[in-house]
Structures are given as structure tokens and as C-alpha cells.
């Protein structure tokens, strides 16, 4: 079906389907007083053009992960069936989320994609390190979505009162979510979920831990769906973040600094799936990036400057990257997979080297993702992650913040290109450091064919998507709700450059450069194996190795925050809850108690003292009455 | 039409009866029990069907005078409406599933059952009736067999619990039935001051009183609705008056738990709703801050506690503090949008509020079934004990995912569809200031993971023999099967139940709304 309609894309010249709106729903809640309209609640499909990248290539890259998989968990034996099922639920939760046309339903399978990459992270829940790294994902993502939750809460109340696509987006209630003037805080707390649920910093480290899941859950979790929800999740809200644009920087901002920020980690890590895992943070950045940078430059020319060239790149070339970086991750992933199903599950890239010869397969595909990764031409990640710089450079003419975020950028597309060949040449050349015992063969067919397959996607997809019909063509910011008509004299095409565009370009070829410059300083190190002893002694590199291979501290400062917040304070209220306010309580039955005992000591039984009080009471009443007028009260 | 809802209060109440004269032979017992547990079940389900959805009135209404004294006229008066609907159903699903729960119950089974189907009768009344004398007799009618549930069938602080229990709450439902009395007396003098309202002398009914009770003097309206709302809220319970609620779940046997977590405290809040807000609005309104402010510290408070806990029922019980908060704080949030001068209020917090319990409490019931069966088969609770259970209880666990999943408001089931709607009204009274209570959707899902990381996953436990331990039995998950398949069929069309409670709300309220309080 999806691939159906991806052929559709790919020849439609885009004028096929977008914007064609199925405008299905069935009623979920009406949240409004009788009498009066308030907020309701429907669920529905809504498909243009991103639906249907974003459907194509969840489903088609699934779909390889999951043929994949047959091979890769056959050791596993009954436990399979719990592991497709969970498998097909999060890819299915991950088809809704796409297909909503609804935030509220979006954030109903926002959170089902969350259980599902909770369920298989965990998936060997006998392992202590897996359970944790379950909690953490699903906890620090939680985190995020307390914050999409309240966005759409907020959502719920300005504006128009809606949350359906077709008429949040709509120019009335655009102007009147302008008017409320809580857009910006609106629009942040989204992309709160977002960061969340795309690893962005500092809610990264979650993604990380997440690798204690099979290896093929990896590939899905980082290609195919979950932390493509987020950059989906902006890109669909991109109307909003147009009207916004302190919000637009701060996802600029936010993506270019991760962007930054995860590369570095990832050149201090031995562990192969650990790298990949920084990696995507880091390439999930870009997106943010490019997309914060698009909304910027929209927000601030508005549509009277509607000739600006850069006004659909931003959008455009952050889901580009989307698909490119989905395919080629999950290429990563799964060569990365096939290698340590070679290597009896060993991770550790220390203990590989001159793989090359034995895992021929493996190894070549795994160079081309690696090529794609880093952005060497002509490979599928060139072309995007070049667009994504060239978006952010766009922006410099609008705010100085953005030479920033474009340095952000360059700098990181450097150490890409430099810790994924590092990668490869520590993997599969070199001399071999495989431990003894350790019989390295080549995955089966059933394993390597997905791998061959995506690795011709991340080369043909740059190509094919810029020269047929134009990516841009198809997945472009419309600004229909700023001048009332898609304006066709801006034609996307050709804001989106195009192959020749690109080659013309001065900046292209700073890139190409950069990246050639990392792939060389890999080589020169790591297939010439040269030693860094002598480097890293020094007390300098070898400190910022340290901080870099733990991570900046960050899990600690994590697990500091958690046990301070979660623990200690649940400790304290829990022994207030005992001795304070219980004890309080007690304390008032003990009081009763007490007095009781007292009473109950004049119940003495003797008939003289009973009438001795009895006399004592008579007369004090008398006393009282005889002076009651006295006292005139 | 048959007297439905008298049926469905009587059939329990012959079973209670059979129950006490039968011997203690538990393949008996428990037959009997089912069966008259299970009429109301069918009655109840007969009263979904036979509801009218589009009708708010009260329905299946049945009148009986009691007491016909001209000072101290009393009157059994039933009915069901939107406000009920879900309280009745819920009723009498958990009764007949705690029944099936307790199957293999060990000690007398008789007196056991018998209990249980006491607290049905009472629960069911005080969901249905439109009498205040009545509502307090039923009110009381639950505290004595669950006094006795959590003396005789609980864990062994069992004494102190069950004495707690019965001397906290029967203390705070003296307090109501003062203000019962209260509202009584001062209905009769502004009748004797007002004649051309043609009302009678005296009356207990709910609809009567309520015609007039929202003009009383200010004063008094706030004393008496603090009054009832203490009664009220050390039942559901709110912070400061909770800590009975936490020893009470942990020692009751899991049955007498399941209904006091799924039924009892609903009686609380369903009393705020039914009683004391219609009632004396402008009480409610100026101790408003008050509510809202507990609602929040219980909200927190409660999930904090809870994390703290390692005994996971104990757990479980701090956290329907934090969830009951949420109807404090839906039912605060519609207060807050009272007007007094003007009679306006937007009653959609009432409604979430009731959706809210409906939700917990079929939620709740959940949890507690599966803390009973790991106490059941791993003969502990304390999850530092329990480790890797997954294995050995895959049912079990599956289930208890379930159970937590929808506790801590996973969409697609019931619950997240109550706690987004709480958020809903929240903001629409108190704006940003959601950012407070949404806290609690993160401290939530950390202490349910974290219970399940410890108990559930991880390696097996050197501290269990696990060739004892195997799975639950039918009569174990085919409960908590039927809920968690209530619980997603209400997460996917909540709007089925929702609907109903929403319009039946403005018509229970429409004695005040659109008119000037004093």
C-alpha cells in the first residue's frame, strides 16, 4: 500500500495527491459544557504530502528490518512471537501517528510508540541493564511528553478550540492563536515532546541506553520510526512555529548544538552500536536545524518577501534528511547487527579489526551508509545534510544566532564524517584484535539482503528524489495561509536547488571538504592503526576523552537529579507521611486514650462518692441559677 | 417497569443473609456468592441497555415512604442518572469479579462472601439514592462489613488497620450526618419564612432540600459545607486525613481491598459531586482555594509517596491518593468557574470528575488484583524480595503491565482519556498553573516502571523458590482480564459513558446554576 503510494510520489510530479485531506473521523470525546461548544475530540486520517513520506518510509524501511530480523532472532526461539507482535504493534503505533489528523491523537500514539520502544528495549528483561534502560526510556521520554501533553492542553484553550490539523492550521485560527498571544509557549512545550522523543539535548541520553535491545529494535528505534516522531511532530506544526520565531530559533538552536554536542561523544565510544546511537542524535539535529531555521526565516519575512530563496528549503530539506537518515541508519544498524551476529555479540570495536575479508557483504554495505553518513557525494546524505547547512546559512541574513548554528553545523559535519570512519576502519581493517574462539562468518541471505538493498536506496534516493520529480517539489512548506493561495511563482523546485543548484554552490564544496577532511584524519589513523599513546597521555586530550567516553557526566548528573528528586525527596514525605501526619493521628487517638484511663478511674463504684458529686453538682447549679440574673448575661 | 434498582440493592442483601445461616463450605459458598452477585451484574448490564442516553433525568426513579411522620418524614427514594450510571455499573462488575477474585478464599467462606455482598448492598445505595437520611444509612452500611473484611480475612497488623479505618471514617460520617441535620433544620425555618414556596414542612429528599439550599446565609453555608466535605474527603481520601486509607489497602485480604479502592473511596467524591457542591454552591465557593490547593498537595503527595514504597501494594494504595486528587482538582476547577452573582458555572469538571472515578476505579481494581496474586503465589509483597517474575508469571505480568500502563494514562486506555480531560478543565480555570499538577504524569510513570523493573523484570530472585511459583489461576486472570478489556473499550469510545454524565450534570445542578447566592 505504501509503497503504492510511494510510486505515486515519485511520478506524480506532485500534483497528485497533496493536497488532498482524507477527512474521515469518529467521535472520541466531546469535552464542552451542554449548550455551549467547547473542545471536541475526534479521531481521523489525514494524508498529504508528509503523511506520505513519512508513511513510505516507516513502512518500507520496517519492512527490511523486519525480514531482517527473522534471521537475526532465530536463536531466539518461542520468545519470536512476543517480539514480532511487539514489533508490529510499534510499527503500527508509528503508521497512526502519522496518519492522525488530530494532535490528540497523535499523542495517543506518540505514547504507544513509547510502550513499544519500552516493551523492546526490554525485551531480555532478565537482564538487570535492560530493565533499566527500559524505565529510562520510557521516563525520560515521559518527561518530554508531559510537556506535549500540556501543549495541547493549551492548544485545547486558545484559539479556535481545536485540534484538528485542517482547522488549527486554517487562517482564522492562526490569527486568533496569535492573538492569545501563549503561541510561543505553545509551540515550545510541543516541541518539548519532541525533544523527548528525538533525543535531543539534554533530553539525549535515554537513546544511548537504548541500545541494550536487539539489534534490529536499534535499526527501527533510530531509522524507521521512533525518534522520527519528533522532527514529524515539527514539521507538522510547522504552521505554528512560522508565527513563532523565538521558537523556530530555539529549534534551530537546540538541533545544531545536539548536532554538535552528540558527535563529540561519539568519537570517545568503542562500543560499535553506541556510536551509531550517538550518531543519530547528532544527524536528528540536523533536522531540527534545518526546519527551526526554514520557520525563522518565514516567521520574519513574512509573505511579502515571497521571492526569498530560502523559504521552502528549511522545511524541505530537514524531512529530506529525514528519509535519507532513516534508510542509511537503519543500514548502519543492521551491518552493525550483522557484524556482532558474526562476532557471537561482542560490541566492542576494540576487539575487532580486518573484518573485511570475512564479511564482505557486511563491510561494503556498511561503507556506503557510512559515505551517506558522512555527506560524501554522491551518496543520498550529501545532498540532504548539505541542504541542511545551506538552510541554516540562509538564516545568517536574518539573525546573527544563525552564524552560530551554522558553525554548529559545519563543525559537526567534520566529526561525522571522522567517527564513522573511525567506525569502519577500526571494524573491518587493520589487524585483527578478534579474541580466540570467536568463528566470524558471514550473516545469511536473509540478513544481507536488506542490507543490499538499502544500500542501494542510500545511493539512488539523493538522485532520484532530486532530478525526477523533486523532493522539494512534493514535501514543501505551503504558504497558503499567509497569501490565501499556494503561490506557484515560488516554485519549490527550484528553491530546493536541485542537483546543479547544489554543484554551483561555494558552500557545498566547504562541506564536501570537511567531510573529506574527517574521513582523511580516520584514515590516516586509524587504517594506518597509528598509535595515540603518545597523544593521549597528554594530560589535556586525555581529560577530554575521559569526559567525552563518560558522556559529559551526563548520566550521572542524571541518576544524581533522579535519586535526589525521585528517592530522597520520596523518602523524606514518605517518613513525614508516617510519623508526621500518621503520627498525628495516632497521636489524637492516643490522646482520647489517655483520658479514658483518667475518666475511667472515677467510675469507683462507691455509692458515697457517686453522691458526693452528685451533691457538689447540685449545688453549683443551684449557685449558677441564683446568679445567673445577677449577672445579667 | 420492575423495581431495577431495589433488585439489584435486595439480591445481595438475601445472599448476605443465605450466607451468614449457611455452614462454611466453600465450594458452596462461593456458588452462592457468584450467583447473587452475579443477578446484579445482569441487572446492571440490563441498566446500560435500558438506559436512556438522551434522557438526563433521573431514571428508573422508585419512591417508598419510610416514615411518614409529619416531623420526620423519611423516604426510600432511588434512581439513576448520568452521575450514577457509571458508579451503579461499577458497582456491582467489581462485586461479582472480587467474588470470582476470592474463589478458593481459605478461611470462613460463608461470613467471607457474605461481607462482600454487604458492602455491595450499601454501595449501590448510596450510588442511587435521592435521600439524605437513606444516603447515610447505606453511607454506614459499608463501614461494618469492611470492618470486618480487613479484621478477620487481613494481613497480620490487621487490628490496627481495621480500628483506624472504622474510627476515622465513622468519626467523619458523623460529621456529615450532622450537616445532614443541619441542612435539615435550616431547610424547615427558610420554609416556614417562605410559605409562597409551597414546599413541604419537612423533608429529607435531596431534590427538595436542594431547591432552597443554595440561598442560605453565607455563614452557614460554609460551615456546613466544610462540614460535609470533611465527611466527604477523609473517605476518598485528600491530604491531610489519607493515612488510613494506606495501612486499611495494605491489610485488607485483596478482595476487601479492590472494593475499597474501586467503590468505597468513590463514595467520597461521589458525595462532593452529588451532595455537597449542588447543595450549598456558595460554601463550596468560598473555601474554594482551600480545595484546590489539597487537590494539588494530595495529587504530588500521593505519587511522591508512593515511590518511596516497597511494599507494592502499599504502593498502590499511595497512589489512588494522587488519582483521587485528580477529582478533587476537576471538581475544584468547576467550582472556579462559579459566578455567584450570576448563577454560571461550568459544570464540565463535574463530569470529568466522575469520569475520573469510573476510570480509577476500574483501573485500580486492576492493580490490586495483581498485587493479591503475587502475594498469592510468591508469598510476598515486598518488591525488594520479588525479582524476575516475568518468566514464571507471564500471564501475571502481562496483565499488571496493563493494569500499570493504564494507571499511569497510556492512551487508548480509559485512563488517559480521564486524566487528559482533568488537565482539560485545569487549564481552563487555572491556565499555566497546569504545570503544577501535570508533574505528576512523570513521578507516575517512575514509580510504576521502577516497581515493574523490580518485581516483574530482572533476574530471578535468590531470595523466592521459584519451583513453587507458577502462574495465576482462571478465577485470578479471568478478572482482571474482563476489566483491562473494559478499560480499553472505554479508552477507544469514551465518549459511550462520558456523554451521559455530562448532560446528566447541569440538570442534578440546575437548582443554582443561572441564579443570583447570596
Request: without cysteine.
Amino acid at each position: 500500500m505504501s509503497l503504492l503510494i510511494l510510486y505515486f510520489e515519485f511520478t506524480g510530479n506532485g500534483a497528485g495527491i497533496y493536497p488532498a485531506a482524507f477527512q474521515q473521523h469518529i467521535a472520541f470525546l466531546n469535552l464542552s459544557q451542554p449548550g455551549s461548544t467547547g473542545a471536541v475530540l475526534n479521531l481521523g486520517i489525514y494524508v498529504d504530502w508528509l503523511t506520505v513520506v513519512m508513511v513510505a518510509v516507516v513502512s518500507s524501511v520496517s519492512l527490511l528490518i523486519v525480514i531482517y530480523s527473522v534471521g537475526y532472532m532465530h536463536e531466539e526461539g518461542r520468545r519470536r512471537k512476543r517480539f514480532f507482535g511487539v514489533l508490529s504493534m510499534f510499527v503500527g503505533s508509528m503508521l497512526g501517528l502519522v496518519l492522525a489528523n488530530n494532535l490528540l491523537e497523535l499523542y495517543l500514539f506518540w505514547e504507544l510508540v513509547g510502550l513499544g520502544s519500552y516493551l523492546l528495549i526490554g525485551f531480555w528483561y532478565e537482564k538487570p541493564s535492560a530493565a533499566r534502560a527500559a524505565k529510562k526510556a520510557f521516563v525520560v521520554t515521559r518527561f518530554g511528553d508531559m510537556f506535549l501533553l500540556f501543549g495541547i492542553v493549551l492548544l485545547l484553550n486558545i484559539g479556535q478550540h481545536t485540534l484538528s490539523y485542517s482547522q488549527l492550521f486554517s487562517p482564522g485560527s492562526i490569527s486568533a492563536l496569535n492573538g492569545s498571544g501563549l503561541l510561543t509557549i505553545a509551540t515550545l512545550a510541543l516541541f518539548g515532546g519532541a525533544m523527548g522523543k528525538s533525543a535531543q539535548f539534554p533530553l539525549h541520553d535515554w537513546l544511548v541506553d537504548a541500545m541494550e535491545g536487539p539489534t534490529p529494535v536499534s535499526a527501527m528505534i533510530h531509522g524507521a520510526t521512533m525518534v522520527n516522531a519528533g522532527v514529524y511532530l515539527v514539521a507538522r506544526i510547522y504552521p505554528l512555529f512560522t508565527q513563532t520565531p523565538a521558537s523556530a530559533l530555539f529549534v534551530s538552536f537546540i538541533g545544531a548544538f545536539t548536532a554538535l554536542f552528540a558527535a563529540t561523544m561519539a568519537l570517545a565510544t568503542y562500543d560499535i552500536k553506541r556510536v551509531l546511537a550517538f550518531s543519530t542524535i547528532s544527524q536528528l539535529g540536523y533536522m531540527f536545524m534545518a526546519l527551526g531555521a526554514g520557520a525563522y526565516i518565514l516567521s520574519s519575512t513574512g509573505p511579502a518577501t515571497l521571492g526569498s530563496p530560502n523559504y521552502s528549503l528549511g522545511y524541505s530539506a530537514g524531512m529530506f534528511h529525514l528519509v535519507n537518515q532513516a534508510i542509511f541508519k537503519a543500514l548502519l544498524f543492521l551491518a552493525a547487527g550483522s557484524v556482532m551476529h558474526a562476532m557471537g555479540g561482542i560490541q566492542d570495536m576494540r576487539q575487532m579489526g580486518a573484518l573485511r575479508s570475512k564479511l564482505r557483504i557486511t563491510s561494503v554495505t556498511m561503507l556506503f551508509g557510512s559515505l551517506s553518513l558522512a555527506g560524501i557525494i554522491p551518496f543520498s546524505g550529501f545532498f540532504s545534510k548539505d541542504a541542511t547547512l545551506e538552510a541554516a546559512f540562509g538564516g545568517i541574513s536574518y539573525s546573527w544566532v544563525f552564524a552560530l548554528i551554522w558553525l554548529f553545523g559545519i563543525a559537526a559535519a567534520f566529526l561525522t564524517a571522522l567517527y564513522i570512519f573511525r567506525l569502519w576502519f577500526m571494524t573491518f581493517t587493520g589487524s585483527s584484535r578478534v579474541p580466540e574462539g570467536v568463528h566470524v562468518h558471514e550473516s545469511p541471505a536473509v540478513m544481507t539482503g536488506p542490507l543490499v538493498i538499502l544500500a542501494i536506496l542510500s545511493l539512488v534516493v539523493g538522485f532520484s528524489v532530486l532530478g525526477v520529480a523533486g523532493f522539494g517539489m512534493a514535501v514543501h512548506y505551503p504558504i497558503t495561509f499567509a497569501s490565501g493561495v499556494l503561490t506557484s511563482a515560488a516554485t519549490p523546485y527550484t528553491q530546493f536547488g536541485g542537483v546543479l543548484g547544489l554543484l554551483a554552490d561555494p558552500l557545498t564544496y566547504l562541506s564536501l571538504a570537511l567531510a573529506f577532511g574527517g574521513a582523511f584524519v580516520a584514515y590516516s589513523v586509524w587504517y594506518r592503526e597509528r598509535s595515540m599513546e603518545a597523544f593521549m597521555s597528554k594530560p589535556v586530550p586525555r581529560r577530554i576523552f575521559h569526559i567525552l567516553s563518560e558522556r559529559y557526566y551526563f548520566p550521572q548528573a542524571y541518576d544524581r537529579i533522579g535519586m535526589w528528586f525521585g528517592y530522597g525527596i520520596s523518602r523524606g514525605l514518605d517518613y513525614f507521611d508516617r510519623k508526621g501526619v500518621d503520627g498525628l493521628i495516632n497521636g489524637v487517638g492516643a490522646f482520647f486514650m489517655g483520658i479514658s484511663q483518667r475518666i475511667r478511674k472515677s467510675e469507683t463504684g462507691f455509692v458515697q462518692s457517686y453522691v458526693s458529686v452528685i451533691v457538689v453538682a447540685v449545688i453549683i447549679i443551684v449557685a449558677l441559677l441564683l446568679f445567673y440574673p445577677v449577672l445579667g448575661v | 417497569m420492575f423495581p431495577l434498582i431495589s433488585l439489584m440493592i435486595l439480591v445481595p442483601f438475601i445472599g448476605f443473609a443465605l450466607l451468614l445461616v449457611l455452614p462454611a463450605r466453600l465450594e458452596m459458598n462461593r456458588l452462592v456468592g457468584a450467583l447473587f452477585s452475579g443477578i446484579p451484574l445482569v441487572l446492571g448490564v440490563y441498566m446500560l441497555l435500558a438506559f436512556n442516553y438522551g434522557n438526563p433525568q433521573m431514571q428508573m426513579t422508585e419512591q417508598y415512604t419510610w416514615i411518614s411522620t409529619a416531623y420526620f418524614p423519611i423516604t426510600y427514594s432511588v434512581g439513576v442518572d448520568g452521575i450514577a450510571l457509571p458508579m451503579v455499573f461499577l458497582s456491582v462488575l467489581l462485586s461479582f469479579l472480587v467474588v470470582i477474585f476470592s474463589w478458593d478464599v481459605k478461611a470462613r467462606s460463608n461470613q467471607y462472601f457474605s461481607m462482600i455482598l454487604l458492602t455491595e448492598v450499601g454501595v449501590i445505595g448510596v450510588f442511587t439514592v435521592t435521600n439524605y437520611f437513606i444516603f447515610y444509612l447505606f453511607w454506614e452500611a459499608v463501614l461494618i462489613p469492611m470492618f470486618f473484611i480487613i479484621l478477620v480475612w487481613g494481613s497480620p497488623r490487621r487490628v490496627y488497620s481495621a480500628t483506624k479505618f472504622f474510627i476515622y471514617t465513622h468519626a467523619s460520617s458523623l460529621v456529615m450526618l450532622l450537616s445532614f441535620f443541619a441542612l435539615y433544620f435550616q431547610y424547615h425555618s427558610y420554609v416556614v419564612a417562605h410559605p409562597s414556596l409551597n414546599l413541604p414542612a419537612f423533608s429529607f429528599s435531596m431534590s427538595v432540600i436542594n431547591q432552597v439550599s443554595p440561598l442560605f446565609p453565607q455563614f452557614f453555608q460554609i460551615i456546613v459545607f466544610v462540614g460535609l466535605f470533611f465527611g466527604f474527603i477523609v473517605k476518598m481520601p485528600v491530604f491531610p486525613f489519607h493515612t488510613w486509607l494506606p495501612d486499611a489497602h495494605t491489610d485488607a485480604p485483596t478482595g476487601g481491598s479492590v472494593l475499597l479502592a474501586g467503590l468505597l473511596i468513590k463514595m467520597g467524591s461521589f458525595g462532593i459531586i452529588r451532595i455537597a457542591i449542588p447543595a450549598l454552591p456558595a460554601g463550596a465557593k468560598m473555601i474554594e482555594d482551600w480545595i484546590v490547593v489539597l487537590a494539588v498537595i494530595s495529587i504530588l503527595y500521593g505519587a511522591w509517596v508512593s515511590l518511596a514504597q516497597k511494599d507494592i501494594k502499599r504502593m498502590i494504595a499511595n497512589s489512588s491518593i494522587s488519582h483521587m486528587g485528580l477529582v478533587l482538582l476537576a471538581i475544584a476547577a468547576s467550582v472556579f468557574t462559579l459566578n455567584l452573582s450570576t448563577g454560571r458555572m461550568n459544570t464540565l469538571g463535574i463530569a470529568v470528575a466522575d469520569f475520573q472515578m469510573f476510570a480509577h476505579g476500574l483501573i485500580t481494581a486492576v492493580l490490586f488484583m495483581s498485587a493479591g496474586v503475587i502475594q498469592h503465589h510468591a508469598g510476598t509483597r515486598e518488591m525488594d524480595r520479588l525479582s524476575g517474575l516475568g518468566r514464571h508469571m507471564p500471564m501475571l505480568s502481562t496483565f499488571m503491565l496493563a493494569g500499570f500502563l493504564a494507571s499511569l494514562g497510556l492512551p487508548g486506555m480509559v485512563g488517559f482519556v480521564a486524566e487528559f480531560s482533568v488537565f482539560y478543565v485545569t487549564y481552563l480555570s487555572f491556565n499555566v498553573y497546569l504545570l503544577i499538577p501535570i508533574l505528576t504524569v512523570v513521578i507516575t510513570v517512575g514509580y510504576y516502571l521502577w516497581a515493574l523493573q523490580r518485581t516483574i523484570y530482572g533476574p530471578e530472585s535468590d531470595k523466592l523458590d521459584f519451583s513453587t511459583i507458577h502462574d495465576s489461576n482462571w478465577y485470578e486472570i479471568v478478572p482482571m482480564g474482563i476489566l483491562v478489556i473494559i478499560i480499553i473499550i472505554f479508552g477507544i469510545v469514551p465518549w459511550v459513558i462520558f456523554n451521559p454524565i455530562n448532560s446528566a450534570v447541569p440538570l442534578w445542578y440546575h437548582y443554582f446554576l443561572g441564579r443570583a447566592i447570596p
